[in-house]
């Protein structure tokens, strides 16, 4: 598979890995619904799901692949050949299509997972993409845990790999385990000891455990990792996935300092597409959530609202239209200052001179001590007081 090394690929496992998380699951209309929201917000490959842990997981990937026509559906298998038939028949009517087959390749899956050895499952490894290859041209091999797996083997189990027709490598930092130097440095050593590593794509498929999935695909990036696998609102199994807006945003405000990489992201959608996964996987995100949460341009210190009512970028980095947010809320609390409460004065067409501020500010403080947050029937009480 031919990649641009200057495009960094979008995975969206919304759908499958996303959907994990009890309580979320979704019927295959809300997946489509969805899987059209993420095509048009301009994702590369959509993960719709795992074909053999259900009949209704096999139906979602059929409907998405008659659905979609940009991105490239993506089917999860385990390395055994009925997963592998089950996800090509779901698969069928796929404009692009892609089988994602793997097995665990640190000691301790193979030990206390699989009961195996290294060579049975570096054997099984290898059989699973050439059996994957004679269904699609495009296939994915992920190494699960490989974030704890020796180096020299997991080397040894991705050489043999593409090898064996794999066009894409995963490299799961499955646990959420890795510092991002450590998982950068697995990255490294692949790109260094894979004699064959230039004839597939890197991706990064991180957990946030320890809260590093961002900062662990980010170092992947700096590496050479050319396919990020995340999700809407960072939403997965247990403390979730790499979020997708976090990632897509950190490459666009330090574009030139990581190696000017493109994505065919359109951010404008993130904040209506946050909002409708949140909604129907019942997933509220956290008002402080980077990027998405209803606080991320949110701005109620006195110090702050001055600083960002004289110069923008004193307090932004981002621009909340970039991100399909209105506007930067100035946020009226007993810690707002003068500055803050003038502007909303304003905006409601209220003139008011320094003396009259003087005493509305001191009352509007009273009245912020006690309701916590100022809303517009109350600036309208407060001068006509």
């Known amino acids: 598979m031919l990649h641009d090394p200057n495009h960094l690929y979008i995975f969206d496992t919304t759908l499958r890995d996303g959907e994990q998380v009890p309580g979320c699951q979704l019927s295959t209309k809300e997946k489509i619904d969805i899987a059209l929201d993420l095509e048009k917000l301009g994702v590369d490959?959509?993960?719709?799901?795992?074909?053999?842990?259900?009949?209704?997981?096999?139906?979602?990937?059929?409907?998405?692949?008659?659905?979609?026509?940009?991105?490239?559906?993506?089917?999860?298998?385990?390395?055994?050949?009925?997963?592998?038939?089950?996800?090509?028949?779901?698969?069928?009517?796929?404009?692009?299509?892609?089988?994602?087959?793997?097995?665990?390749?640190?000691?301790?899956?193979?030990?206390?997972?699989?009961?195996?050895?290294?060579?049975?499952?570096?054997?099984?490894?290898?059989?699973?993409v050439k059996y994957a290859k004679k269904y699609v041209e495009d296939v994915e091999f992920y190494a699960e845990d490989a974030g704890r797996a020796d180096k020299a083997y997991l080397a040894q189990m991705i050489e043999g790999v593409i090898k064996a027709g794999a066009t894409v490598v995963n490299i799961p930092d499955t646990n959420g385990y890795c510092l991002p130097d450590q998982y950068g440095e697995i990255i490294q050593y692949l790109k260094e000891n894979v004699s064959n590593i230039d004839q597939a794509i890197i991706s990064a498929h991180c957990h946030n455990d320890l809260g590093l999935a961002t900062a662990?695909?980010?170092?992947?990036?700096?590496?050479?990792?050319?396919?990020?696998?995340?999700?809407?609102?960072?939403?997965?199994?247990?403390?979730?996935?790499?979020?997708?807006?976090?990632?897509?945003?950190?490459?666009?405000?330090?574009?030139?300092?990581?190696?000017?990489?493109?994505?065919?992201?359109?951010?404008?959608?993130?904040?209506?597409?946050?909002?409708?996964?949140?909604?129907?996987?019942?997933?509220?995100?956290?008002?402080?959530?980077?990027i998405v949460g209803k606080n991320a341009f949110a701005h109620s210190s006195g110090i702050h609202q001055d600083g960002f009512l004289k110069h923008r970028e004193n307090y932004e980095i981002i621009r909340p239209e970039d991100v399909g947010v209105e506007e930067a809320g100035i946020i009226l609390t007993a810690r707002s200052g003068r500055a803050a409460l003038n502007h909303h004065l304003l905006r409601l067409g209220y003139q008011i001179d320094k003396e009259k501020l003087k005493s509305i500010y001191s009352a509007f403080l009273t009245l912020a001590d006690e309701k916590k947050e100022i809303k517009d029937e109350d600036l309208h009480q407060l001068v006509k007081n």
């Open 45 to 128: 490959i959509i993960e719709a799901g795992f074909p053999v842990s259900s009949p209704g997981d096999f139906q979602s990937v059929v409907e998405l692949s008659r659905a979609l026509k940009e991105p490239i559906i993506c089917a999860l298998t385990r390395a055994n050949k009925k997963d592998i038939d089950v996800a090509a028949e779901s698969l069928k009517e796929a404009k692009r299509s892609r089988i994602h087959t793997g097995i665990g390749s640190s000691d301790m899956h193979i030990k206390h997972k699989f009961n195996s050895t290294r060579e049975e499952i570096l054997e099984r490894a290898i059989e699973a």
């Open 216 to 290: 662990n695909s980010i170092s992947g990036i700096q590496r050479g990792v050319r396919q990020i696998e995340c999700t809407i609102n960072g939403i997965g199994e247990r403390a979730g996935n790499t979020s997708l807006e976090e990632v897509v945003m950190i490459m666009k405000v330090h574009n030139e300092f990581l190696g000017n990489i493109e994505t065919t992201i359109d951010t404008k959608f993130f904040t209506q597409i946050s909002q409708k996964v949140s909604r129907l996987m019942n997933m509220p995100v956290q008002p402080n959530k980077a």
